[in-house]
């Protein structure tokens, strides 16, 4: 297709290429057609600095040794990296459950020293309760903590791993860099582990790229940790025990999580219900002495806990 290139449409391609004797223009848009199917355009990403953070697993595990049983365990490989510099972050975690995720986030962002923008994450069942094309169901915890330092949780489209391409490439460069070195070696204990994980990332980090010549280390430095939001006094989150798994925040992909007050006797006791709210919460809450001891005791320490959960929630500012 040598009459084409970019910015010229089908009909101008033809008429550029037509002689009397060559094809006509049906045969001429058939095969064209055929050559545009065996295409595989990719859209180049531009990531600003402090925008993004990528977040995923290894599929390669490690092996913990038990001391006493002399049983192996398999420790799973968290990846963070960072859109601009590929500053990365990696550690080791028993399981891909919930708490282990919401952990590796919150030592992610005490690693880099700041929050990104967004954090763009894989569709696993910690985090996104409900993978869709458009409006992703997020994890109720997931939401709280996006929430807790004030960012918000982008879910990469389902089978779009080209979305969260740069996660894949430091997964690629963990798995080369840090699982086959450690390969050979024994750790009975997931600190252990993690130590000497630490010190093969400040190696990825420290080591200057040749079409660069600068490493992830410095780009961070120079380029995204003064544009990173600070983290909170306390960056330690701790998801309430009595909601973690459960419940879900459906999210556009353009909008940041949030979270509410969700019952109307909770809106009621934070001042945020609406009037047909508040005159609910008050049936129910004049219903209160017609239930039993036990039965009422039970409904206000769940209101309570409720409203203490979405308060906790609310960012800062």
Known sequence: ?????????????????????????????????????????????????GERMFVDYAGTTLAVIDGLSGEARTAQLFVAVLGASNYTYAEATWTQGLTDWIGSHTRAFAFIGGVPAMVVSDNLRAGVTKACFYEPAINRTYAEMAAHYNTAIVPARPYRARDKAKVEVAVQVATRFIIAKLRNQQFFSLSALNAAIAELVAQINNRASRHLGAGRRALF??????????????PTFLPNGS??????????????????????????????????????????????????????????RRCASTCRRAIGAMPIG
């Not at 004797?21 to 058939?30: A, I």
């Not at 949030?258 to 047909?276: F, K, L, N």
């Open 1 to 49: 297709m040598t009459g084409w290139y970019p910015g010229r449409n089908r009909h101008g391609s033809f008429q550029n290429c037509r002689c009397p004797d060559g094809y006509g223009y049906s045969r001429y848009c058939e095969l064209f057609r055929a050559w545009e199917g065996r295409l595989s355009p990719t859209m180049r990403q531009s990531h600003i600095a």
């Open 221 to 234: 430095e120079d380029l995204e940790q003064w544009l990173l939001s600070r983290c909170r006094p306390n």
């Open 243 to 300: 909601n973690a798994g459960s419940g879900s925040i459906t999210t556009s992909r353009s909008t940041s999580t949030t979270t509410r007050c969700r019952t109307s006797c909770c809106a009621r006791r934070c001042g945020r219900a609406s009037p047909r709210a508040r005159s609910k919460s008050s049936t129910a809450a004049s219903a209160l002495p017609r239930m039993c001891a036990h039965r009422r005791t039970a409904s206000i």
